[in-house]
C-alpha cells in the first residue's frame, strides 16, 4: 500500500493564484483531514471529511475548499494565494480519529 | 477552544541520555496521544493513551496519561540519534471530531 500520497512536494505561487493541493490514500479510510503546520507550530486542522460527499471546516479554513467525491480524494483549493497561506500542508487518514495516517507534505511558498 | 502546551520547545541532548517532555491543558482530556515527526515528514503516532493513570509502553518510550486529565508526559530512555524530530501530543477535541494538536517538542541528539 502506498498509503497517503500527496502531490506536489513544493510549489510557489503568485499572489493572486490558485491551485490545488492533491491527496489520495489507499487505506479506505472514511475519515480524511488537511492540516497546515507554520514554521515551529503544531498542526492547525483546515478541513476534514467523515466520508465521500461528507465535509466540514476545521479551526482555519479561511481561503480554502475542499471536496470529497470518492473515498480515495481530498483535493483542497486555494482559490487567490495570500502569503499568509505560505505553510507546509499535510493530509491525513484514517478509520478512528486517534490513529491518523500522515502523508509527506506539501510545501506551498506564496510571494 | 481546547489547547495543548507543551514544554521544552526544544531539546539539545547528548546521545545516551534519557528525556522527558511534557504536554499540559487547561481542559480535561479523555484520550491523549504523542506523535513524532521525522524531518521533512508527516508525523506518526506513537503512543496512544484511553485512561487516567495510565502507564504505556512503546519500546523506549513511556508515556503517561496524568490522574487530573489535564496532562501527560512522554520519555525516551538511552536516547539515539534517529530519535530526533518534533514531538507532538494531540487530544481528540469535545465532540470527537478533530484533533487538537500541541506546538510540539523539537527534539536534537548530539552523537
Known amino acids: 500500500n502506498a498509503g497517503v500520497t500527496q502531490t506536489p512536494k513544493f510549489r510557489i505561487l503568485k499572489i493572486g493564484q490558485s491551485m490545488t493541493l492533491q491527496c489520495t490514500q489507499d487505506?479506505?479510510?472514511?475519515?480524511m483531514y488537511w492540516y497546515r503546520q507554520d514554521p515551529g507550530m503544531g498542526l492547525k486542522l483546515i478541513y476534514y471529511?467523515?466520508?465521500?460527499?461528507?465535509?466540514d471546516k476545521g479551526e482555519v479554513p479561511n481561503g480554502y475548499n475542499v471536496s470529497r467525491s470518492t473515498t480515495e480524494d481530498f483535493p483542497l483549493r486555494l482559490e487567490l494565494a495570500a502569503p499568509s497561506q505560505t505553510s507546509v500542508y499535510f493530509c491525513?487518514?484514517?478509520?478512528?480519529?486517534?490513529?491518523?495516517?500522515f502523508g509527506p507534505g506539501t510545501r506551498l511558498l506564496v510571494l | 477552544g481546547q489547547q495543548l502546551n507543551q514544554s521544552p520547545q526544544s531539546m539539545f541532548i547528548q546521545e545516551g541520555e534519557d528525556v522527558s517532555m511534557n504536554c499540559t491543558s487547561s481542559?480535561?482530556?479523555?484520550?491523549w496521544l504523542w506523535y513524532k515527526q521525522d524531518p521533512g515528514e508527516g508525523p506518526v503516532l506513537l503512543i496512544a493513551?484511553?485512561?487516567?493513570?495510565e502507564l504505556t509502553s512503546n519500546g523506549r518510550l513511556t508515556a503517561q496519561f496524568g490522574i487530573t486529565r489535564k496532562d501527560s508526559f512522554l520519555n525516551i530512555s538511552a536516547s539515539i540519534p534517529s530519535d530526533v524530530g518534533i514531538y507532538f501530543c494531540?487530544?481528540?477535541?469535545?465532540?470527537?471530531?478533530?484533533?487538537?494538536f500541541g506546538g510540539g517538542t523539537r527534539l536534537m541528539v548530539k552523537p
Open positions: 491525513a487518514s484514517s478509520y478512528s480519529i486517534e490513529t491518523q495516517y
Open positions: 487505506m479506505n479510510h472514511n475519515y
Open positions: 471529511s467523515v466520508g465521500a460527499g461528507i465535509t
Open positions: 481542559s480535561i482530556f479523555n484520550t
Open positions: 493513551l484511553y485512561k487516567a493513570g
Open positions: 494531540a487530544g481528540p477535541n469535545n465532540a470527537g471530531n478533530m484533533l487538537t
